[in-house]
């Protein structure tokens, strides 16, 4: 699932995403999709959310295997979709089936395993739990595991490190002030890690933290797993 802001944002972690799971023997395809409907859910639209989840539950019909998605947003919304969709009694198994199929990049990627092995990743690494895994899809290891198996990663503790930067889909356009307060705390905590690397798993959080990053001018990075792994699994650093 390639995602609104992902897939024209950070375009390239859904390449990346893509030979992360071809490297797992996988065989990937890219259906005709639409939104998932996570901004205007956000907005309390919700008449388009289920419009647009219906439309993505009849594309995805078509296809098999499981979904995965690189964006926790995206993923908390695509898992939502048979909540959203309970009361309708035309959509709700087709919404239950399309659920049961959907799975974020990390937990995938961590049930199996890669045809190679990674070559030496020598960085110091902090990891930010995207609100929208760890607390909306109760994910919280499986990218600290993905992490672990780089050599040469030094994962560094980080305080809060499951607490909001201050993206939270639209929170950081209608509450700004606010948005910044949240961020300048994690930065903080994330400039007290002294790591090279900062790593997500949402577009929010990343475009997020690269501001912070930005402004307090520091010399670390704000990377998407995906874009870890990649690095690692394909190109031997």
Same mark, same amino acid.
């Given at each position: 699932f390639a995602g609104c802001v992902m897939d024209i944002f950070y375009n390239h972690v859904n390449h990346a995403s893509i030979r992360l799971l071809t490297g797992q023997r996988f065989i990937v395809k890219?259906?005709?999709?639409?939104?998932c409907g996570a901004?205007?859910?956000h907005g309390g639209q919700v008449d388009i959310a289920v419009k647009l989840a219906k439309r993505n539950i009849e594309l995805f019909e078509d296809t098999e295997g499981q979904i995965v998605v690189t964006a926790a947003g995206c993923g908390a919304m695509l898992k939502s979709y048979a909540d959203l969709l309970k009361s309708d009694e035309l959509w709700r198994e087709r919404a239950a089936r399309f659920v049961a199929r959907v799975e974020d990049l990390s937990?995938?990627?961590?049930?199996?395993?890669?045809?190679?092995?990674?070559?030496v990743f020598s960085?110091?690494?902090a990891y930010h739990a995207a609100c929208h895994l760890a607390h909306a899809q109760k994910i919280h290891d499986a990218p600290r595991q993905l992490l672990a198996r780089?050599?040469? @990663?030094?994962?560094? !503790?980080?305080?809060?490190?499951?607490?909001?930067? $201050?993206?939270a889909g639209i929170f950081n356009l209608t509450h700004s002030d606010l948005s910044l307060k949240i961020l300048d705390r994690k930065m903080s905590y994330l400039e007290d890690?002294?790591?090279?690397?900062? @790593?997500t798993t949402n !577009?929010?959080?990343?475009?997020?933290?690269?501001? $912070?990053?930005a402004d307090r001018k520091l010399s670390m990075t704000a990377l998407h797993l995906a874009e870890v792994l990649d690095f690692a699994f394909s190109q031997k650093p």
């Open positions: 890219v259906p005709e999709q639409t939104c901004l205007a859910f937990e995938f990627l961590c049930k199996h395993e890669f045809a190679a092995s990674p070559g960085r110091k690494v780089l050599p040469g @990663v030094e994962l560094i !503790p980080l305080a809060e490190s499951e607490h909001c930067c $201050g993206s890690t002294g790591a090279d690397i900062v @790593v !577009p929010g959080c990343l475009l997020q933290i690269e501001k $912070g990053i």
